[in-house]
């Protein structure tokens, strides 16, 4: 058999460029295998299921929301299918700005309250409610109006006094 | 030839696949980006209640119907209660098997298209798009749809009339913008078969019935469900519809999203197909890939229509439709330089 030597070469280059294109893929697909939550957040499950109601809600954001619902069946006030939800919007700018970034403690619990929240997830990591990335301000949480329920190094969950 | 050669290159293009997916065990937790844990949540309400959450979804505070299409979400419970395994093992196996189904479906695809060589060829190429590979890595409803769309085309190139209205159920049931865009593709390849059996003075029915039947059945399915639902039929109600999610698609985003093999193998096939079609000598899964290229492309500019929603997301389903047409572009390519280098050879040995 002929070796015909210009197919080869044009397979080799389309191999040699296409191995290129197989790293960049790679590369480009890294940052999505970041897990954003916390090792702590998985262990606070457990208290979650003993100690809060089935499908009790909580202010938390996008990411510890959707960890917290497939983990425990609780919910939260963020996250999920936005695709069919009533004011989506309005919801996740007040856990933005009037719970995460709120101005006082209270401003923070009316809000959680607004949404039916029974309690709060402060993680030890910067929190993405829908707009923006923020860290957790822990001087929200006043015990006026909120009560250190349960902490580890990883997170801290408050309950949202009456 | 070593008629095996083509089945260990076939075997080397699944490896590379799983190499490539196989980041889906590199951290402490499967991945979280993209919404993956709210199909956990569903898969995790069945099997600890017995019962499918569809009058109340956990999104957003709970109180609404579930409107996401279920059969993931089924898939996924299933898998648990038949393995016994964690859910968050299951999630990282359901990409592992995303990984095996994508290289065969592509091989399938390629072959109809073009032979033997060229579905070898669509497999390797199917571990290229960055895109494909960002979320088919990630236990996700969109892995689902796309590990089942090129196997779902390829019954439409086939014109299996029973295994394509199949598809069109399972494919809309399993992801909603996979669905849309199968459908679509059914609708186009119906549309330009119609054209085709015309010209060619063949029966227009027949031929362009198994495009039209899936668009049909994937059409009513998705409609059924989202009635069923929500009790409407107004999709352009939608959050995705209402806020425009998505980005607008330039000609550096998808070159930076598709790499530069498969972008300039990709239109090199879409010429040589339009000038095929243009000659009349497309057969029907020439037909087919250049409908499904179309559709792609109206689908990632469909901001010019007056949608303007998801075009970036389309972005991957334009590689399905790309790949098997970059693999036909390669076959053709080698094959003319094979001509080429057999004219050298004469003129060296007349020559010489």
């Known amino acids: 058999m002929k070796l015909k030597v210009l197919p080869l070469a044009l397979l080799l280059l389309a191999a040699w460029l296409a191995c290129s294109d197989f790293e960049s893929a790679r590369d480009s697909t890294l940052p999505w295998m970041n897990p954003v939550v916390l090792p702590g957040e998985l262990e606070a499950m457990a208290w979650v299921r003993q100690n809060t109601a089935p499908r009790a809600v909580f202010v938390n954001d996008i990411f510890g929301g959707e960890f917290l619902m497939g983990n425990s069946l609780r919910e939260s006030a963020v996250g999920g299918d936005w695709a069919i939800i009533p004011g989506v919007v309005q919801r996740m700018h007040d856990v933005q700005y009037s719970f995460y970034e709120a101005e006082t403690p209270e401003q923070a619990w009316e809000t959680a309250k607004k949404y039916g929240a029974k309690f709060v997830w402060a993680p030890q990591r910067q929190v993405f409610p829908g707009y923006e990335w923020v860290s957790v301000n822990q001087e929200l949480f006043d015990p006026q109006y909120f009560r250190l329920a349960y902490s580890n190094?990883?997170?801290k969950i408050y309950e949202v006094l009456e | 030839m070593n008629e095996r050669l083509p089945l260990a290159f076939l075997l080397a293009a699944v490896a590379l696949s799983l190499y490539g997916h196989s980041m889906v065990f590199n951290e402490w937790v499967m991945p979280t980006y993209g919404n993956t844990m709210i199909h956990v949540a569903s898969a995790r309400h069945a099997i600890e209640t017995g019962e499918y959450p569809m009058w109340n979804d956990y999104s957003y505070g709970g109180g609404q119907p579930n409107l996401y299409v279920p059969l993931y979400r089924f898939l996924y419970a299933e898998l648990v209660a038949l393995t016994g395994l964690s859910f968050d093992l299951v999630g990282r196996l359901i990409v592992v098997l995303y990984a095996l189904l994508?290289?065969?479906?592509?091989?399938?695809?390629?072959?109809?298209?073009?032979?033997?060589?060229?579905?070898?060829?669509?497999?390797?190429?199917?571990?290229?798009?960055?895109?494909?590979?960002?979320?088919?890595?990630?236990?996700?409803?969109?892995?689902?749809?796309?590990?089942?769309?090129?196997?779902?085309f390829y019954f439409l190139a086939k014109k299996d009339l029973r295994a394509s209205v199949l598809s069109a159920f399972l494919i809309v049931l399993a992801h909603q913008e996979a669905g849309v865009f199968f459908v679509g593709c059914a609708f186009a390849f119906g549309a330009l078969e119609v054209a085709r059996a015309f010209l060619a003075g063949k029966r227009v029915f027949a031929e362009s019935m198994p495009g039209f039947a899936a668009w049909g059945a994937g059409t009513l399915t998705y409609l059924g469900w989202h009635f069923f639902a929500v009790r409407n039929l107004d999709l352009f109600a939608l959050a995705q519809f209402q806020h425009h999610e998505g980005a607008f698609v330039s000609l550096q985003l998808l070159y930076d999203k598709t790499g530069l093999v498969l972008l300039a193998l990709g239109?090199?096939?879409?010429?040589?197909?339009?000038?095929?079609?243009?000659?009349?000598?497309?057969?029907?899964?020439?037909?087919?890939?250049?409908?499904?290229?179309?559709?792609?492309?109206?689908?990632?500019?469909?901001?010019?229509?007056?949608?303007?929603?998801?075009?970036?997301?389309?972005?991957?389903?334009?590689?399905?439709?790309?790949?098997?047409?970059?693999?036909?572009?390669?076959?053709?390519?080698?094959s003319f330089s094979g001509k080429i280098d057999e004219r050298i050879r004469t003129r060296l040995s007349r020559g010489g």
């Not at chain 2, 695809?109 to 890595?137: C, D, K, M, N, Q």
């Not at chain 2, 590689?319 to 053709?332: D, F, N, R, T, Y």
């Open chain 1, 153 to 155: 190094p990883d997170v």
């Open chain 2, 267 to 334: 239109a090199l096939g879409f010429a040589l197909l339009a000038y095929k079609a243009l000659e009349n000598k497309l057969k029907a899964p020439g037909v087919f890939a250049l409908s499904a290229l179309l559709v792609g492309l109206f689908c990632i500019k469909n901001d010019l229509f007056g949608l303007q929603v998801f075009m970036d997301r389309f972005i991957v389903f334009l590689h399905v439709s790309m790949i098997p047409v970059a693999a036909l572009a390669l076959k053709e390519a080698c």
């Open chain 2, 102 to 152: 994508l290289p065969l479906g592509f091989y399938l695809l390629g072959r109809e298209l073009a032979g033997e060589w060229a579905g070898v060829a669509s497999a390797f190429l199917a571990s290229l798009s960055p895109e494909l590979l960002i979320y088919t890595v990630r236990p996700l409803p969109q892995g689902l749809g796309l590990a089942l769309l090129p196997i779902g």
